[in-house]
Nanobody, 116 residues
Framework: HLIESGGGLVQAGGSLRLSCTSSDTSDTHVMGWFRQAPGKDREFVAGISWIGGVQAYADSVKGRFIVSRDNANNTLYLQMTSLQAEDTAVYYC????????????WGQGTQVTVSS
């Protein structure tokens, strides 16, 4: 059970921080952020291993977005800076729970809109 928050409307060049709280991370291996823009497929944005904190990013967000986690509070974050109109999408939190390699738990999504 994943719940995202923090989306909204921001001007180009601005920043937003998304949060995702999990009800249970006892069997979580990796958590990540995906996004889906209108008319496009859902795409990977960033991910982090829950124990070791190893991060991965899509090329389109490297240097602008940072993924982090707070293990004690079962919360995943996505700090987004230098936002561009192309970042407009619904952002989803996801987890690889119980098995590595497949995101099998998803949040409901939060809308991020960047105005140019």
């Amino acid at each position: 059970h994943l719940i995202e928050s923090g989306g909204g409307l921001v001007q180009a060049g601005g920043s937003l921080r998304l949060s995702c709280t999990s009800s249970d991370t006892s069997d979580t291996h990796v958590m990540g952020w995906f996004r889906q823009a209108p008319g496009k497929d859902r795409e990977f944005v960033a991910g982090i291993s829950w124990i070791g904190g190893v991060q991965a990013y899509a090329d389109s967000v490297k240097g602008r977005f940072i993924v982090s986690r707070d293990n004690a509070n079962n919360t995943l974050y996505l700090q987004m800076t230098s936002l561009q109109a192309e970042d407009t999408a619904v952002y989803y939190c996801a987890a690889q729970a119980g098995r590595v390699g497949t995101y099998n738990t998803w949040g409901q999504g939060t809308q991020v809109t960047v105005s140019s």
